[in-house]
Protein backbone atom coordinates (compact mmCIF):
# COMPACT_ATOMS: atom_id res chain seq x y z
CA UNK A 1 0.00 0.00 0.00
CA UNK A 2 1.03 3.36 -0.90
CA UNK A 3 0.52 6.25 1.21
CA UNK A 4 -0.88 9.69 0.38
CA UNK A 5 1.81 12.27 -1.04
CA UNK A 6 3.32 14.42 1.67
CA UNK A 7 2.24 17.73 1.20
CA UNK A 8 4.88 20.19 0.16
CA UNK A 9 4.86 23.29 1.76
CA UNK A 10 5.94 26.74 -0.17
CA UNK A 11 7.25 29.22 1.70
CA UNK A 12 5.98 32.43 2.00
CA UNK A 13 7.56 34.13 -0.42
CA UNK A 14 10.46 32.66 -3.30
CA UNK A 15 13.32 34.24 -4.31
CA UNK A 16 12.98 36.57 -7.49
CA UNK A 17 13.70 34.28 -11.03
CA UNK A 18 14.41 36.26 -13.79
CA UNK A 19 11.65 34.90 -16.02
CA UNK A 20 8.08 35.13 -15.35
CA UNK A 21 7.15 31.44 -14.33
CA UNK A 22 4.78 31.04 -17.56
CA UNK A 23 7.10 32.18 -19.92
CA UNK A 24 10.22 30.45 -19.64
CA UNK A 25 11.87 29.79 -23.03
CA UNK A 26 14.59 27.84 -23.65
CA UNK A 27 17.52 28.65 -26.04
CA UNK A 28 20.03 26.45 -27.30
CA UNK A 29 22.92 27.08 -29.64
CA UNK A 30 26.17 25.81 -30.54
CA UNK A 31 29.31 27.75 -28.23
CA UNK A 32 31.41 29.82 -31.47
CA UNK A 33 33.83 27.68 -32.02
CA UNK A 34 32.17 25.11 -33.65
CA UNK A 35 32.81 26.81 -37.35
CA UNK A 36 36.80 25.85 -36.36
CA UNK A 37 36.01 22.37 -36.09
CA UNK A 38 33.14 21.44 -39.05
CA UNK A 39 33.75 22.12 -42.52
CA UNK A 40 29.28 22.24 -43.76
CA UNK A 41 30.46 21.98 -47.64
CA UNK A 42 32.93 18.90 -47.64
CA UNK A 43 32.13 15.31 -47.59
CA UNK A 44 32.78 12.92 -44.73
CA UNK A 45 33.05 10.02 -46.71
CA UNK A 46 34.22 7.32 -44.56
CA UNK A 47 33.10 5.52 -40.68
CA UNK A 48 36.48 7.41 -39.59
CA UNK A 49 35.77 10.99 -40.94
CA UNK A 50 32.30 10.94 -39.26
CA UNK A 51 33.66 9.74 -36.20
CA UNK A 52 37.02 11.53 -36.52
CA UNK A 53 34.47 14.67 -36.44
CA UNK A 54 32.31 13.66 -33.60
CA UNK A 55 35.49 12.95 -31.83
CA UNK A 56 36.74 16.38 -32.75
CA UNK A 57 33.80 18.22 -31.33
CA UNK A 58 34.38 16.43 -27.91
CA UNK A 59 38.20 17.53 -27.37
CA UNK A 60 37.15 21.03 -28.80
CA UNK A 61 34.37 20.89 -26.32
CA UNK A 62 36.95 20.06 -23.51
CA UNK A 63 39.42 22.13 -24.44
CA UNK A 64 37.45 25.32 -25.09
CA UNK A 65 35.77 24.57 -21.22
CA UNK A 66 32.25 24.30 -22.77
CA UNK A 67 31.03 21.13 -21.65
CA UNK A 68 31.81 17.74 -20.98
CA UNK A 69 33.96 15.00 -23.28
CA UNK A 70 31.13 13.84 -25.47
CA UNK A 71 30.59 14.93 -29.22
CA UNK A 72 28.28 13.69 -31.75
CA UNK A 73 27.51 14.37 -35.77
CA UNK A 74 24.48 13.57 -37.89
CA UNK A 75 25.26 13.08 -41.70
CA UNK A 76 23.35 12.33 -44.59
CA UNK A 77 24.36 8.78 -45.01
CA UNK A 78 24.58 8.52 -48.79
CA UNK A 79 26.40 12.11 -49.67
CA UNK A 80 27.79 12.14 -46.41
CA UNK A 81 27.10 15.80 -45.56
CA UNK A 82 27.53 17.46 -41.96
CA UNK A 83 24.00 17.88 -41.55
CA UNK A 84 24.74 18.59 -37.57
CA UNK A 85 26.91 18.05 -34.97
CA UNK A 86 26.18 17.97 -30.68
CA UNK A 87 28.52 18.69 -27.61
CA UNK A 88 27.60 18.06 -24.46
CA UNK A 89 26.25 21.25 -23.31
CA UNK A 90 24.44 20.23 -19.90
CA UNK A 91 26.53 22.55 -17.71
CA UNK A 92 26.99 25.58 -19.94
CA UNK A 93 23.28 25.86 -20.81
CA UNK A 94 22.00 24.41 -17.47
CA UNK A 95 20.06 21.84 -18.97
CA UNK A 96 20.44 18.02 -18.27
CA UNK A 97 18.68 16.88 -22.01
CA UNK A 98 21.61 18.53 -24.06
CA UNK A 99 23.83 15.73 -24.16
CA UNK A 100 25.87 15.86 -27.85
CA UNK A 101 23.57 13.10 -29.19
CA UNK A 102 20.52 15.65 -28.41
CA UNK A 103 21.85 18.95 -29.27
CA UNK A 104 22.76 16.87 -32.67
CA UNK A 105 19.36 15.61 -32.84
CA UNK A 106 17.62 18.99 -32.07
CA UNK A 107 20.28 20.85 -34.72
CA UNK A 108 19.70 18.38 -37.69
CA UNK A 109 15.82 18.45 -37.31
CA UNK A 110 16.21 22.21 -37.23
CA UNK A 111 17.90 22.32 -40.22
CA UNK A 112 15.91 19.93 -41.99
CA UNK A 113 12.60 21.22 -40.45
CA UNK A 114 11.27 18.22 -39.59
CA UNK A 115 10.76 16.27 -36.19
CA UNK A 116 11.81 13.19 -37.98
CA UNK A 117 15.35 12.56 -39.72
CA UNK A 118 13.31 9.65 -41.76
CA UNK A 119 10.46 12.00 -43.40
CA UNK A 120 9.39 10.87 -46.84
CA UNK A 121 11.81 12.75 -49.47
CA UNK A 122 14.23 13.04 -46.91
CA UNK A 123 17.77 11.20 -47.57
CA UNK A 124 18.98 8.53 -44.75
CA UNK A 125 20.44 10.10 -42.10
CA UNK A 126 23.46 8.30 -39.45
CA UNK A 127 24.47 8.85 -35.91
CA UNK A 128 28.45 9.28 -34.90
CA UNK A 129 28.95 10.01 -31.19
CA UNK A 130 31.91 9.52 -29.60
CA UNK A 131 30.78 7.27 -26.66
CA UNK A 132 28.10 4.68 -26.07
CA UNK A 133 24.78 6.61 -25.97
CA UNK A 134 23.14 6.76 -22.08
CA UNK A 135 19.71 5.82 -21.77
CA UNK A 136 18.21 9.32 -23.09
CA UNK A 137 19.96 9.26 -25.78
CA UNK A 138 19.50 5.68 -27.30
CA UNK A 139 15.64 6.58 -26.76
CA UNK A 140 15.55 9.79 -28.45
CA UNK A 141 17.90 7.80 -30.97
CA UNK A 142 14.48 5.70 -32.10
CA UNK A 143 12.35 9.27 -32.24
CA UNK A 144 14.98 10.66 -33.95
CA UNK A 145 14.98 8.70 -37.48
CA UNK A 146 18.36 8.04 -37.52
CA UNK A 147 19.17 4.71 -39.43
CA UNK A 148 22.66 3.40 -38.34
CA UNK A 149 24.33 4.47 -34.51
CA UNK A 150 28.09 4.36 -35.04
CA UNK A 151 29.78 5.27 -31.22
CA UNK A 152 33.52 5.19 -30.27
CA UNK A 153 33.98 4.91 -26.60
CA UNK A 154 32.54 2.43 -24.09
CA UNK A 155 30.27 2.83 -21.91
CA UNK A 156 32.51 1.09 -19.59
CA UNK A 157 35.29 3.79 -20.41
CA UNK A 158 32.59 6.67 -19.49
CA UNK A 159 31.70 5.10 -16.33
CA UNK A 160 35.70 5.20 -15.06
CA UNK A 161 35.10 8.97 -14.91
CA UNK A 162 32.36 8.07 -13.02
CA UNK A 163 29.76 9.14 -16.40
CA UNK A 164 26.69 7.14 -15.83
CA UNK A 165 24.73 6.09 -18.76
CA UNK A 166 21.70 4.68 -16.82
CA UNK A 167 19.59 1.99 -17.95
CA UNK A 168 20.84 0.82 -21.24
CA UNK A 169 20.44 -3.46 -21.61
CA UNK A 170 21.02 -5.54 -23.98
CA UNK A 171 17.69 -5.81 -24.74
CA UNK A 172 17.52 -2.13 -25.41
CA UNK A 173 19.76 -2.65 -28.57
CA UNK A 174 17.91 -5.53 -29.77
CA UNK A 175 14.93 -3.21 -29.93
CA UNK A 176 16.40 -0.73 -31.89
CA UNK A 177 18.10 -2.96 -34.43
CA UNK A 178 14.54 -4.86 -34.49
CA UNK A 179 13.62 -1.38 -36.05
CA UNK A 180 15.79 -1.64 -38.45
CA UNK A 181 18.64 0.81 -36.48
CA UNK A 182 22.08 -0.83 -37.58
CA UNK A 183 24.46 -0.63 -34.52
CA UNK A 184 28.04 0.13 -35.05
CA UNK A 185 30.26 0.07 -31.66
CA UNK A 186 33.99 1.18 -30.88
CA UNK A 187 35.11 2.58 -33.93
CA UNK A 188 38.18 4.55 -32.88
CA UNK A 189 37.57 4.16 -29.72
CA UNK A 190 41.14 4.49 -28.60
CA UNK A 191 40.74 8.35 -29.81
CA UNK A 192 37.62 8.77 -28.13
CA UNK A 193 39.05 7.39 -24.86
CA UNK A 194 41.52 9.90 -25.25
CA UNK A 195 39.38 12.84 -25.11
CA UNK A 196 37.67 11.06 -22.09
CA UNK A 197 40.89 10.93 -20.03
CA UNK A 198 41.69 14.37 -20.96
CA UNK A 199 38.98 15.88 -19.45
CA UNK A 200 39.67 13.17 -16.47
CA UNK A 201 43.20 15.36 -16.51
CA UNK A 202 41.94 18.84 -16.63
CA UNK A 203 39.38 17.45 -13.77
CA UNK A 204 36.64 18.30 -15.49
CA UNK A 205 33.32 18.33 -13.46
CA UNK A 206 31.29 14.91 -13.28
CA UNK A 207 27.46 16.28 -13.62
CA UNK A 208 25.43 13.25 -13.43
CA UNK A 209 27.73 10.60 -10.89
ZN1 LIG B 1 23.15 10.76 -23.49
Same mark, same amino acid.
Given at each position: ?????P?? /??????P? %?P??P? /?P??????????? =?V !?D?? @??Y?S $?E? @? %?????D #??R?? !?????????G?? #????? =????VS???? &???????C????? %?V???? +?Q?R?? =?F??N?P???E?????SCE?C??CL? +?T?? &??V *???????? *???? &??L?????? !???E?Y???E?R???IE???L? $? $?? @?? !??????A? &???????
Amino acid at each position: MVGPLPRI /RFPASFPP %MPDKPS /RPVVHIEYPDWVD =SV !VDWN @RAYVS $DED @R %MRLAID #VAREN !VLRGTGGPFGAA #VFEAE =SGRAVSVGMN &SVVRLNNCALHGE %MVAFMM +AQQRVR =SFTLNAPGLPEHHLYTSCEPCAMCLG +ATLW &SGV *RRVVYGAA *REDA &SLLNFEEGP !VFPESYAYLEARGIQIERNLLR $D $DA @RA !VLELYRAR &SGKIYNG
